[in-house]
């Protein structure tokens, strides 16, 4: 019944007409007729050429971390066989991804020369200076009533939060008096 109507008669040709005159070279026509590349040829030998491309970029990667694993045991083989065979495996071992891919970085080498005791002091004196360090202290409570004021505010305005203008102006000026004792205070 509709079974004709649904199929297309291959040997049809299309023909599109326009206002403006359209010439083409009968080179270009030739070519395109005897052309039997198509849009599904195009997108495969596209799929296949992006396929072979990842394939040499993973190839590359590979070959890259091998010789970078191959720096690594190596350096680890030499300090393992020097003297002084715990600090210096330590400082290859402690060293960071983003340093294993450069070669012989600045950290590295300082971190070469460390021994365990150093190690140990240096964090001693990070302790020290960590602890000398201010810690925060509570909010006067007319600012953190303005504080909570605004949140109450903005969470019963959801959806319209300019309307809690009056509270935001209300917490600016708890801050800025904040500022001003402290700026005075620190003068």
């Not at 495969?44 to 191959?70: F, G, M, N, P, Y």
């Not at 140990?120 to 909010?139: A, F, M, S």
């Not at 949140?151 to 319209?160: A, E, F, M």
Request: hydrophobic share 30%.
């Amino acid at each position: 019944m509709g079974a004709g109507q649904s199929k297309t008669d291959q040997s049809t040709k299309h023909v599109f007409t326009s206002d403006t005159p359209i010439q083409f070279s009968q080179e270009l026509i030739d070519s395109l007729q005897a052309s039997s590349e198509t849009n599904s040829t195009r997108a495969k030998s596209l799929e296949l050429h992006i396929a072979q491309r990842v394939a040499a970029e993973l190839e590359k990667l590979k070959a890259h971390e091998q010789k970078t694993l191959d720096e690594l045991r190596k350096k680890i083989a030499e300090a393992s066989s020097s003297p002084d065979s715990d600090s210096s495996s330590s400082s290859i071992l402690s060293v960071s991804p983003k340093e294993l891919f450069s070669s012989e970085s600045e950290a590295e080498k300082s971190r070469k020369g460390q021994t365990s005791e150093k190690v140990r002091q240096e964090i001693e004196k990070l302790k020290q200076t960590l602890g000398q360090r201010k810690t925060l202290t509570q909010l006067p409570t007319e600012v953190e009533t303005a504080r909570q004021d605004v949140i109450s505010c903005l969470r019963l305005n959801d959806r319209k939060p300019l309307d809690c203008w009056k509270e935001v102006e209300a917490f600016k000026r708890e801050v800025r008096k904040l500022e001003e004792n402290y700026v005075s205070s620190v003068l």
